[in-house]
């Protein structure tokens, strides 16, 4: 049987099954060890949403609002790149959503190990009738839609850290036998939410490599014990999280 090994890495971002040609010849982590920074942090992208946002007439005339979510990479230069809509309200909205954050300055570049790297990140644009001022992003500047958090002040935690997560999958998961004899082989990204009890909620594969080692992923994760839940603001909150698993 082939040897099984395994890569881990954390969401920065919910992460929709698209386009990853980026991510094969340069890694895009979905969290880093100093998280990209907008001048001015969550105040300064506030302001700078909410001074180049313009309520579309039509949408206005038509009553049409909600919360258009934006995903991109902040690039190892800080550039804002790869932008693209994950959760749309209208052609409309998210044509104006997706035109201001293009807008975006440079922002200073999350860092591995010290050194730059490309991360992924998502905002919300919130346009809302019921507001005077319907320019603005979200009342708070945070990734997360509704009562699930993309990125939050305390990440969920496996109890006893990324590599004790690394030696649970490593020791619960098998290589099917006959992915292994065809040659079967790639790196399956699976989604789970880390709820505020610190349970395992709402496992899907983001992208799969073939059902047979889908299946495998899946079933790994949901045997996962309880987290450390994440916090915002001191209390407990649910959390999507995302690890990578490798069959090799």
Same mark, same amino acid.
């Given at each position: 049987?082939?040897?099984?090994?395994?890569?881990?890495?954390?969401?920065?971002?919910?992460?929709?099954?698209?386009?990853?040609?980026?991510?094969?010849?340069?890694?895009?982590?979905?969290?880093?060890?100093?998280?990209?920074?907008?001048?001015?942090?969550?105040?300064?992208?506030?302001?700078?949403?909410?001074?180049?946002?313009?309520?579309?007439?039509?949408?206005?005339?038509?009553?049409?609002?909600?919360?258009?979510?934006?995903?991109?990479?902040?690039?190892?230069?800080?550039?804002?790149?790869?932008?693209?809509?994950?959760?749309?309200?209208?052609? +409309?909205?998210?044509?104006?959503?997706?035109?201001?954050?293009?807008?975006?300055?440079?922002?200073?570049?999350?860092?591995?190990?010290?050194?730059?790297?490309?991360?992924?990140?998502?905002?919300?644009?919130?346009?809302?009738?019921?507001?005077?001022?319907?320019?603005?992003?979200?009342?708070?500047?945070?990734?997360?839609?509704?009562?699930?958090?993309?990125?939050?002040?305390?990440?969920?935690?496996?109890?006893?850290?990324?590599?004790?997560?690394?030696?649970?999958?490593?020791?619960?998961?098998?290589?099917?036998?006959?992915?292994?004899?065809?040659?079967?082989?790639?790196?399956?990204?699976?989604?789970?939410?880390?709820?505020?009890?610190?349970?395992?909620?709402?496992?899907?594969?983001?992208?799969?490599?073939?059902?047979?080692?889908?299946?495998?992923?899946?079933?790994?994760?949901?045997?996962?014990?309880?987290? +450390?839940?994440?916090?915002?603001?001191?209390?407990?909150?649910?959390?999507?999280?995302?690890?990578?698993?490798?069959?090799?």
């Amino acid at each position: 049987m082939k040897k099984l090994l395994f890569s881990l890495a954390v969401m920065l971002l919910l992460c929709p099954a698209q386009n990853f040609a980026q991510e094969q010849k340069e890694e895009i982590f979905y969290k880093s060890d100093v998280m990209p920074q907008f001048p001015g942090n969550e105040n300064g992208i506030r302001k700078f949403i909410a001074t180049n946002t313009k309520y579309p007439e039509l949408a206005r005339e038509n009553n049409i609002e909600g919360k258009v979510f934006i995903r991109f990479v902040v690039s190892k230069t800080g550039k804002v790149i790869n932008t693209s809509i994950i959760r749309s309200i209208d052609p +409309i909205i998210d044509a104006e959503a997706l035109r201001v954050v293009n807008l975006l300055p440079d922002w200073k570049p999350g860092l591995i190990n010290n050194k730059p790297v490309n991360v992924w990140y998502t905002i919300p644009v919130n346009f809302s009738l019921s507001k005077n001022n319907t320019e603005q992003l979200d009342e708070e500047v945070v990734e997360h839609d509704m009562e699930i958090f993309f990125i939050v002040e305390e990440m969920p935690q496996f109890p006893g850290g990324e590599d004790s997560l690394k030696m649970f999958i490593a020791k619960n998961t098998n290589y099917p036998k006959e992915a292994a004899n065809i040659n079967i082989q790639g790196k399956i990204y699976i989604r789970f939410v880390v709820t505020s009890t610190g349970e395992i909620d709402k496992v899907s594969v983001i992208r799969g490599v073939d059902p047979i080692l889908d299946k495998e992923a899946i079933r790994v994760v949901k045997l996962l014990p309880k987290w +450390i839940p994440g916090k915002q603001r001191g209390k407990a909150v649910n959390v999507w999280y995302t690890v990578p698993i490798e069959f090799k």
